[in-house]
């Protein structure tokens, strides 16, 4: 895109934000409030609620070291990803 095309652009797009209908901006709004709950209701989680009983006899059979929680095993994993 050159310079004049890439200014067309930049002001077709900001004419497309600032003329929403009022229905557009009330669809935003309901959005914005979804995801806020949804953000809520995930910060709000413990860490490793999704670590149940058979989670923990499935990863008995092999993917923990002797004496290692499953959440030991998910923080070290993380961990090493992270640090490649």
Same mark, same amino acid.
């Given at each position: +895109?050159? $310079?004049?095309?890439?200014?067309?652009?930049?002001?077709?797009?900001?004419?497309?934000?600032?003329?929403?209908?009022?229905?557009? =901006?009330?669809?935003?709004?309901? $959005?914005? $409030?979804?995801?806020k $709950?949804? =953000?809520?209701? +995930?910060?709000? %989680?413990?860490?490793?609620y999704?670590?149940? /009983?058979?989670?923990?006899?499935?990863m008995?059979?092999?993917?923990? /070291?002797?004496?290692?929680?499953?959440?030991?095993?998910?923080? %070290?994993?993380?961990?090493?990803? =992270?640090?490649?």
């Amino acid at each position: +895109m050159n $310079k004049e095309e890439t200014k067309e652009f930049e002001r077709r797009l900001f004419e497309s934000f600032t003329n929403l209908s009022e229905e557009e =901006i009330a669809e935003f709004d309901r $959005k914005e $409030k979804e995801r806020k $709950k949804v =953000i809520e209701a +995930m910060e709000a %989680r413990e860490p490793f609620y999704w670590v149940t /009983d058979e989670t923990r006899q499935f990863m008995e059979k092999g993917y923990l /070291d002797p004496g290692q929680t499953v959440e030991e095993r998910v923080w %070290r994993s993380l961990s090493t990803q =992270i640090t490649f």
